[in-house]
T-cell receptor, first 113, second 115 residues
């Protein structure tokens, strides 16, 4: 069935450390994955995306890793800053679908100064 | 500035009083969608639209209506709101027709309370 889950509801890290947020998805037919950041009182903002024909993609301070064998997605944030504190969502899109993204429930990242 | 604009930002109403939440995007996107966000349930799709005059139900459409008369606008209508529709609502749009450009852009949200 459609299910996207994040492993931990809350992750607490020290400022300057690297953060890793994990996500498990259930549908092998998913061909596109995306990470969003949602700050308090705001809508989700795009961070980075990856297609199923890739296993790694890098952005500015962020890296997304995709392991299709175990249906696992992760978001790595380098040198975490206080401004990174937010809720992070992963989402998947199933091949041939209407374009609908299926969202996980989110992991809250807390950055300690 | 490319954006999705929702109004109002906050809305308190009473059971049964019809309301409309407006959504507009200035990116010429074909695809638009409404989500509701509830604690412990994440983002759930209410309705979506693939293009003008084309709308379809998402996962939780009961109690909602939408229309897509123009490409830029996608209002969400609650004909007879009930307390279980108290939620945070997001409108989103994307250029889903183009491979490699499928990310959703979200509005800032509408916090609705139905008393």
């Amino acid at each position: 069935g459609e299910s996207v889950g994040l492993h931990l509801p809350t992750l607490s890290v020290q400022e300057g450390d690297n953060s890793i947020i994990n996500c498990a998805y259930s549908n092998s037919a998913s061909d596109y994955f995306i990470w969003y950041k949602q700050e308090s009182g705001k809508g989700p903002q795009f961070i980075i995306d990856i297609r199923s024909n890739m296993d790694k993609r890098q952005g500015q301070r962020v890296t997304v890793l995709l392991n299709k064998t175990v249906k696992h997605l992760s978001l790595q944030i380098a040198a975490t800053q206080p401004g990174d504190s937010a809720v992070y969502f992963c989402a998947e899109k199933i091949t041939g679908n209407t374009g609908k993204l299926i969202f996980g429930q989110g992991t809250t990242l807390q950055v300690k100064p | 500035e490319a954006q999705v604009t929702q109004n109002p930002r906050y809305l308190i109403t009473v059971t049964g009083k019809k309301l409309t939440v407006t959504c507009s995007q200035n990116m010429n996107h074909e695809y638009m969608s409404w989500y509701r966000q509830d604690p412990g349930l994440g983002l759930r799709q209410i309705y979506y639209s693939m293009n003008v005059e084309v709308t379809d139900k998402g996962d939780v459409p009961e109690g909602y209506k939408v229309s897509r008369k123009e490409k830029r606008n996608f209002p969400l209508i609650l004909e007879s709101p009930s307390p279980n529709q108290t939620s945070l609502y997001f409108c989103a749009s994307s250029n889903r027709g183009r491979r490699g450009d499928e990310k959703l852009f979200f509005g800032s949200g509408t916090q609705l309370s139905v008393l």
